[in-house]
């Protein structure tokens, strides 16, 4: 299948700075990505579509001032999160289409 | 919108033996049902997928069946083996999976040597 890479795998910051999130489609172009959001021992949660070229597209009650996503090239979606204070330690994953949803990583998010 | 419930929430079989999780969906208009295996602390990997016009559809040890009518859907693993222990997602989406895709609550299986 399409390989999905997301970096860092884990990251470790003070409450107040910003973490940017990498996600990177390596062999295929993808117009369209996925942010996810979950918490321990439950399911996905979508956070936002992003689209090349264009504004994400994000959820309801997420805010998009806080979670910053940026898709500007076909294979390179960032994920931002501004001031970041300790409720939104999350296991982040991203996610790219190719004809089907393939996942990176994940990238574990603590804020001391 | 879409919701997809997701039974059991744990499961425990004994090498060798068979596993069934269940999904149903709510929305008749979804008609791309993907299923994500998740190791601990890494991302959802696809391990089979059924578009509705199919009834069933078989990867080696692993199935998946459909019934549109009910909106049910489920997978087999047959022949379990200490590696499938993982949890696993079953999932909904409109347009062939270009739409997002809404998860199930996800089961933890496990199996015993």
């Known amino acids: 299948g399409a390989v999905v890479s997301q970096h860092p795998s884990r990251v470790i910051c003070k409450s107040g700075t910003s973490v940017k999130i990498e996600c990177r489609s390596l062999d295929f172009q993808a117009t369209t990505m996925f942010w996810y959001r979950q918490f321990p021992k439950q399911s996905l949660m979508l956070m936002a579509t992003s689209n090349e070229g264009s504004k994400a597209t994000y959820e309801q009650g997420v805010e998009k001032d806080k979670f910053l996503i940026n898709h500007a090239s076909l294979t390179l979606s960032t994920l931002t999160v501004t001031s970041a204070h300790p409720e939104d330690s999350s296991f982040y994953i991203c996610?790219?289409?190719?004809?089907?949803?393939?996942f990176g990583s994940g990238t574990q998010l603590s804020v001391l | 919108g879409e919701n997809v419930e997701q039974h059991p929430s744990t499961l425990s079989v004994q090498e060798g033996d068979s596993a069934v999780i269940k999904c149903t969906y709510s929305d008749s208009a979804s008609n791309y049902f993907p299923w994500y295996k998740q190791e601990l602390g890494k991302g959802p990997q696809l391990i089979i997928d059924i578009r509705s016009n199919v009834g069933e559809k078989k990867d080696q040890r692993i199935a998946v069946t459909l019934n549109k009518t009910a909106k049910h859907f489920s997978l087999h693993i047959t022949e379990t083996q200490p590696e499938d222990s993982a949890v696993y997602f079953c999932a909904a989406s409109e347009a062939g999976g270009y739409q997002k895709v809404t998860f199930g609550t996800g089961t933890k299986l496990q199996v015993i040597p």
């Open positions: 996610s790219a289409l190719d004809e089907k949803l393939f």
